[in-house]
T-cell receptor
Framework: KNQVEQSPQSLIILEGKNCTLQCNYTVSPFSNLRWYKQDTGRGPVSLTIMTFSENTKSNGRYTATLDADTKQSSLHITASQLSDSASYICVVTPTDSWGKLQFGAGTQVVVTP | GAGVSQTPSNKVTEKGKYVELRCDPISGHTALYWYRQSLGQGPEFLIYFQGTGAADDSGLPNDRFFAVRPEGSVSTLKIQRTERGDSAVYLC??????????????FGPGTRLTVL
């Protein structure tokens, strides 16, 4: 069973609107949790990173939250733009095997005009 | 310098053939990682190197898969007797000296492998 689950699988939003993506994980113990953005045909690019002791991190219009007690994270996109259309992947780094990142399946976001 | 590069960008082969996928990491990065990404899924760990040695190859699915990094820079992922199930995007990533849990992995664009 995948240790990182994301929802929804996909969503369509209108340009200018906000959206929130969810990530639930069972990886324990973990060192950090990242959100990556992956454009079609490209490799993932890191948006945010949070250690287990942090509960929020922003990068421009992207804001990630982390609740280590409930093992949940979210990524909020504010005032979406067409260029936000991509897959957003939640990635957890296990403490005991940091080279083996645990990836979620991603949420495919489509921003329409 | 330049980011992680991978060649070829696309590879189509026939079942049973041998393929090699190449990864050029960011200059100075000593940790290098290989992942496999199937359609609609997140990347799946295959192997990672610290320098020339494989620090963890537990993600390689079977003995048809092998990877090398002879000089601690460029890496080659080798797949023997390819099967249709090997079709996927193969991603390579690298991170700074020492790796570690807080070092960001920078990904290449991937090689799309199609086995007919």
């Amino acid at each position: 069973k995948n240790q990182v689950e994301q929802s929804p699988q996909s969503l369509i939003i209108l340009e200018g609107k906000n959206c929130t993506l969810q990530c639930n994980y069972t990886v324990s113990p973990f060192s950090n949790l990242r959100w990556y953005k992956q454009d079609t045909g490209r490799g993932p690019v890191s948006l945010t990173i949070m250690t287990f002791s942090e509960n929020t991190k922003s990068n421009g219009r992207y804001t990630a939250t982390l609740d280590a007690d409930t093992k949940q994270s979210s990524l909020h996109i504010t005032a979406s733009q067409l260029s936000d259309s991509a897959s957003y992947i939640c990635v957890v780094t296990p403490t005991d095997s940091w080279g083996k990142l645990q990836f979620g399946a991603g949420t495919q976001v489509v921003v329409t005009p | 310098g330049a980011g992680v590069s991978q060649t070829p960008s696309n590879k189509v082969t026939e079942k049973g053939k041998y393929v090699e996928l190449r990864c050029d990491p960011i200059s100075g990065h000593t940790a290098l990682y290989w992942y496999r990404q199937s359609l609609g899924q997140g990347p799946e760990f295959l192997i990672y190197f610290q320098g020339t040695g494989a620090a963890d190859d537990s993600g390689l699915p079977n003995d048809r898969f092998f990877a090398v990094r002879p000089e601690g820079s460029v890496s080659t992922l080798k797949i023997q007797r390819t099967e249709r199930g090997d079709s996927a995007v193969y991603l390579c990533a690298s991170s700074q000296e020492g790796g570690g849990p807080y070092n960001e992995q920078f990904f290449g664009p991937g090689t799309r492998l199609t086995v007919l």
